[in-house]
């Protein structure tokens, strides 16, 4: 006969393997969804339109998108988040009616600092070959554009890219403009692979319709392993310190988000402050 502390025993244990069932069944699933959303040639790397050039699929991470891949389920429990607290203050709500002037030597160097709760990335902008995307996006953090932004996507299955640049945080916002597609034949993207510390542009290109190309706007993506996407999105620069940052943030995951589609970061990644100094 079993006691009653036996009985206790043995419910608990139950119930202690169904929460691990289902914490392993909500793993599966949101891998299956990156593995989906990654395996697509034109990756969702849309500053404000998500785009899948190799199904036709677009919009913001909803409809047919959503029908394709498994509904997000709960996310298991979070590790523990390796970053720091955000830096007091707001996201920016300053647009512009049109791309800034064009105020910067092409023949000189510029460097890049994003200040992050994670710690210090630093980049090195290639201004001679993307000059209107180097030019708007010294622009924008001279606007204090970028500072206190989340970085709200993050890819690390068949993808690994980390994408900023958007203060609301929804991959939605813009600044107002747009910027034309620039080094797309850069001879780093050997056979559509954009290789780790490839700092690029992303835009609404849906891989389809020229009408859509010549988007880009804010929305950045730092990519911290080789990975394959056409070249569709402007390369603008190189990371040449903090992988080990970008890494750290990877190491923690991602997490599906019902409302966007996206994955995002499970660390607390917010840029506290960006800066582009001419070197």
């Known amino acids: 006969m079993v006691s009653r502390d036996q009985r206790r025993r043995q419910l608990a244990r139950e119930k202690y393997e169904r929460q691990q069932q289902r914490r392993s069944t909500a793993q599966r699933k949101a891998r299956r969804r990156n593995v989906v959303l990654a395996s697509a040639l034109a990756v969702a790397l849309a500053a404000g339109v998500t785009a899948y050039a190799?199904?036709?699929?677009?919009?913001?991470d909803q409809g047919a998108d959503r029908a394709a891949a498994p509904s997000p389920s709960p996310s298991p429990s979070k590790a523990p988040d390796p970053c720091n607290r955000p830096a007091k203050g707001a996201p920016s709500t300053k647009t512009w009616k049109k791309e800034p002037a064009m105020s910067l030597d092409t023949s000189a160097s510029y460097a890049a600092k994003l200040a992050t709760t994670c710690g210090a990335i630093e980049l090195k902008l290639d201004a001679g070959k993307a000059p209107h995307t180097v030019n708007s996006f010294a622009f924008l953090a001279g606007q204090g554009y970028f500072d206190h932004s989340k970085c709200h996507r993050l890819?690390?299955?068949g993808l690994h890219v980390l994408q900023c640049g958007d203060p609301k945080g929804t991959g939605q916002g813009t600044p107002g403009y747009t910027i034309p597609d620039e080094n797309l034949k850069d001879p780093r993207l050997k056979g559509g692979v954009y290789p780790a510390g490839t700092v690029a542009m992303a835009n609404r290109y849906d891989g389809q319709s020229e009408k859509t190309r010549n988007t880009g706007g804010s929305q950045f993506f730092l990519v911290y392993q080789d990975s394959k996407l056409p070249p569709n999105y402007t390369p603008f620069g190189t990371v040449t310190g903090g992988m080990d940052v970008l890494k750290k943030i990877a190491k923690a995951g991602s997490t599906p988000d019902p409302?966007?589609?996206?994955?995002?970061?499970?660390?607390?990644?917010?840029?506290?402050?960006?800066?582009?100094?001419?070197?």
């Not at 190799?54 to 913001?60: E, N, V």
């Not at 660390?267 to 070197?279: G, H, L, N, P």
């Open 54 to 60: 190799s199904t036709g699929l677009t919009g913001d």
């Open 155 to 157: 890819v690390d299955e």
């Open 259 to 279: 409302q966007t589609g996206n994955t995002a970061p499970t660390a607390t990644v917010v840029i506290d402050k960006a800066t582009v100094k001419k070197s």
